[in-house]
């Protein structure tokens, strides 16, 4: 009797549909989590929408309206076009230069504590100055052109770089080193098999800031030095005071900066998802 009704009980025990009291709970606060942020923005935008409207901003500050209608109008051209593909690729030139220099660097200094020992007061002082301080020399040297964009943009790409690499070789536990060392493993086995896959997180967060870094840097050069791209139709705008269309290139700006840190975090969630800082952090 009791054989023929346990399987009863367990396919009843298996129909019944298994609910946390606290899911709903849980639900709603994954929605406000989504929801808020846009509501802050867009109730922000609408504050600032009001205040320009009713002259409490000064006219150099258009409505949000007029900004989004100026944008309109100025992203389907070919002028526009033009100038977001001339900067974007003084961003991924100058951001390559600036991860092989970094990387390497970082990986030299981390390999060699001597190294880093004889040097770091000196790579401290030079990571705190901001790349565009070494504009005016530049320019003095190579001119107003796309090159000047690259080298700046690597300068402020390199520190980020070089240091988060430099952290993850130092971080590396000495159990894993002295570990490799027992099995035999030469040094090009051990840079492929230990300190390359220690030290991905962090170039891969390295890359993230140091993309950042490279598209303010090239904006501002082109603002400064009227280099072709976005940075140059801004100052051009505001000179001749077309102020919508000028703060929406900047929106632009900003934009690609979410897109490419959205882009580069996605990247790296999809090739570190073997990490167990991955697994756990990127729920």
């Given at each position: 009797?009791?054989?023929?009704?346990?399987?009863r009980?367990?396919?009843?025990?298996?129909?019944?549909?298994?609910?946390?009291?606290?899911?709903?709970?849980?639900?709603?606060?994954?929605a406000?989590?989504?929801?808020l942020?846009?509501?802050t923005?867009?109730?922000?935008?609408?504050?600032?929408?009001?205040?320009?409207?009713?002259?409490?901003?000064?006219?150099?500050i258009?409505p949000?309206?007029?900004?989004?209608?100026?944008?309109?109008?100025?992203?389907?051209?070919?002028?526009?076009?033009?100038s977001l593909v001339?900067?974007?690729?003084?961003?991924?030139v100058?951001?390559?230069?600036g991860?092989?220099v970094?990387?390497?660097?970082?990986?030299?200094?981390?390999?060699?504590?001597?190294?880093?020992?004889?040097?770091?007061?000196?790579l401290?002082?030079?990571?705190f100055?901001?790349a565009?301080?070494?504009?005016?020399?530049?320019?003095?040297?190579?001119?107003?052109?796309p090159w000047?964009?690259?080298?700046?943009?690597?300068?402020?790409?390199?520190?980020?770089?070089?240091?988060?690499?430099?952290?993850?070789?130092?971080?590396?536990?000495?159990?894993?080193?002295?570990?490799?060392r027992?099995?035999?493993?030469?040094?090009?086995?051990?840079?492929?098999?230990?300190?390359?896959?220690?030290?991905?997180?962090?170039?891969a967060?390295?890359?993230?800031?140091?993309?950042?870094?490279?598209?303010?840097?090239?904006?501002?050069v082109?603002?400064?030095?009227?280099?072709?791209?976005?940075?140059?139709?801004?100052?051009?705008?505001a000179?001749?005071?077309?102020?919508?269309?000028?703060?929406?290139?900047?929106?632009?700006?900003?934009?690609v900066?979410?897109?490419?840190?959205a882009?580069?975090?996605?990247v790296?969630?999809?090739?570190?998802?073997?990490h167990?800082?991955?697994?756990?952090?990127?729920?």
């Amino acid at each position: 009797m009791t054989s023929a009704l346990t399987p009863r009980a367990g396919v009843r025990a298996a129909a019944l549909p298994s609910t946390s009291p606290d899911a709903g709970p849980e639900r709603g606060r994954r929605a406000l989590v989504v929801v808020l942020p846009w509501a802050t923005t867009v109730a922000l935008l609408a504050v600032s929408e009001v205040l320009s409207r009713t002259g409490v901003l000064p006219e150099e500050i258009p409505p949000v309206t007029d900004v989004l209608a100026a944008g309109w109008q100025l992203v389907p051209t070919a002028k526009f076009a033009t100038s977001l593909v001339v900067t974007l690729v003084q961003v991924a030139v100058g951001l390559v230069i600036g991860v092989v220099v970094g990387v390497a660097a970082g990986l030299a200094l981390g390999s060699v504590p001597l190294l880093y020992r004889l040097t770091h007061h000196v790579l401290d002082f030079f990571r705190f100055i901001p790349a565009i301080v070494y504009l005016p020399v530049v320019v003095l040297l190579m001119g107003a052109t796309p090159w000047t964009a690259f080298l700046l943009a690597a300068l402020g790409t390199v520190w980020p770089m070089l240091f988060q690499t430099y952290y993850g070789v130092a971080g590396i536990s000495t159990v894993l080193s002295d570990t490799a060392r027992v099995f035999g493993l030469r040094r090009h086995q051990r840079l492929a098999h230990v300190v390359l896959p220690a030290v991905s997180p962090f170039v891969a967060t390295g890359l993230r800031i140091s993309a950042a870094h490279a598209l303010v840097v090239v904006v501002a050069v082109q603002l400064i030095t009227a280099i072709p791209g976005l940075g140059r139709d801004i100052a051009v705008y505001a000179a001749n005071a077309v102020y919508p269309r000028m703060y929406a290139l900047v929106a632009v700006v900003g934009l690609v900066g979410v897109a490419l840190n959205a882009v580069l975090a996605a990247v790296e969630r999809r090739s570190l998802h073997w990490h167990s800082a991955y697994r756990e952090g990127w729920t």
